[in-house]
Nanobody, 117 residues
Framework: QVQLVETGGGLVQSGESLRLSCAASGFTFSRAHMSWFRQAPGKEREWVATITDDETTAYADSVKGRFTISRDNTKSTVDLLMNNLKPEDTAVYYC???????????WGQGTQVAVSS
């Protein structure tokens, strides 16, 4: 059974930092591309960052230079370090796995991030 469990969300002030973590199980983590998405109230879910199986990274323009995605294949976790947070970063953040063996997509349940001005 595949599980993705996000942790680390919370309420912070503008300019502060948070580290989100996603713990994965039930699939071959090292053979999956891992991504973070977010969904703000009243908006569609948007892509934030991806780290591939060979640790190539990519970021949305809105977070480039502030957010860093990383993975630990020994622990089957993917983190998102968010620096210099802004009120517009307020959203529910979701972890997603794209498996390479059979190209399945799996989602976590989300963790809330709120940034006050």
């Amino acid at each position: 059974q595949v599980q993705l469990v996000e942790t680390g969300g919370g309420l912070v002030q503008s300019g502060e930092s948070l580290r989100l973590s996603c713990a994965a199980s039930g699939f071959t983590f090292s053979r999956a591309h891992m991504s973070w998405f977010r969904q703000a109230p009243g908006k569609e879910r948007e892509w934030v960052a991806t780290i591939t199986d060979d640790e190539t990274t990519a970021y949305a323009d809105s977070v480039k230079g502030r957010f860093t995605i990383s993975r630990d294949n020994t622990k089957s976790t993917v983190d998102l370090l968010m620096n210099n947070l802004k009120p517009e970063d307020t959203a529910v953040y979701y972890c997603r796995a794209r498996t390479l063996v059979n190209t399945y997509y799996y989602w976590g349940q989300g963790t809330q991030v709120a940034v006050s001005s």
